[in-house]
């Protein structure tokens, strides 16, 4: 199942190609989260809906709460269902849905694996079409991103992510997130094993990805995003100092109770 977060999507949602997808991909449903919106995306997301009822469903929040909270939602929804590989997409398409396809065979191949994110890297024979300002801005992001998960991570905001459903990726989707525009990176945290750096997912180079024009992501928005990095960072750092104080016992994983936790003031 594909979970697909929208917020005021109705100009820039392409219907016919999440219809197209469902008809060809028998086996993969959708599950369109409506956040509030109060542009008429719940009458499109109804009609989606209602054209493809056995493969398209819709949750609709009462009110607006951010990208993090809507993925997290309808990524519960999913695997409450049972869905055996879970994912999230974004609604622009900027990663077009013929990726799904290599990110579920990629996991399939690999049983070890509990994730696979797409990474939009560059390379020779791929399209791969970003505004210059937004990819420097987003390689800043990424870095700090890495240091404050320690781990070579190269592009953790990609909106194209499949899970396998275990109890390490149910447990990660249990609590809110506390960041709104990085959720993605505190994902990655929540999935890092409790007892070192390791972690089960891994980066997959699209061939294709591009920016679609109407995104609601604005120049303050990355301000807040490396302050929600920087909160991320102290937390992690934390926890490695709390397990070489008390090597007899594990801290607690991002998914546990918070509320002790240093976090950066706003």
Not at 14 to 31: C, I, K, M, Y
Not at 63 to 92: P, T
Not at 130 to 137: I, T
Not at 142 to 153: C, H, K, Q, Y
Request: with cysteine; glycine share 8%; charged share 30%.
């Amino acid at each position: 199942m594909l979970v697909v977060p929208c917020f005021n999507e109705r100009a820039r949602l392409d219907a016919d190609a999440f219809v197209r997808f469902v008809r060809g991909e028998p086996d993969v449903s959708l599950l369109f989260v409506d956040d509030g919106s109060t542009d008429g995306t719940d009458a499109l997301l109804a009609a989606l809906r209602d054209a493809e009822p056995g493969s398209i469903s819709v949750v609709r929040l009462e009110r607006n709460s951010g990208k993090a909270e809507a993925v997290r939602r309808g990524m519960l929804r999913a695997f409450e269902e049972g869905a055996a590989y879970a994912g999230y997409w974004d609604a622009d398409l900027a990663t077009p849905l013929d990726a799904f396809t290599e990110l579920r065979e990629a996991l399939e191949r690999d049983e070890t694996l509990v994730g696979i994110i797409g990474s939009r890297v560059r390379l020779l024979g791929r399209t791969i079409e970003r505004h210059a300002v937004r990819h420097y801005v987003g390689r800043v992001l990424a870095t700090v991103a890495s240091l404050a998960l320690d781990l070579p991570v190269y592009d953790t905001q990609c909106g194209a992510k499949l899970f396998r459903r275990t109890p390490a990726t149910v447990a990660a989707f249990a609590q809110p997130f506390r960041g709104r525009w990085t959720f993605d990176v505190e994902l990655l945290a929540r999935l890092k094993s409790p007892k070192g750096g390791a972690i089960a997912v891994e980066e997959h180079p699209l061939r294709a990805w591009r920016d679609i024009g109407g995104s609601k992501i604005r120049v303050g928005d990355g301000l807040v995003a490396v302050h929600e990095l920087l909160a991320l960072w102290a937390r992690e750092r934390w926890r490695l100092l709390s397990r070489r104080a008390r090597p007899g016992r594990v801290a607690p994983s991002s998914v546990e109770d918070e509320a002790t936790w240093p976090s950066l003031k706003k």
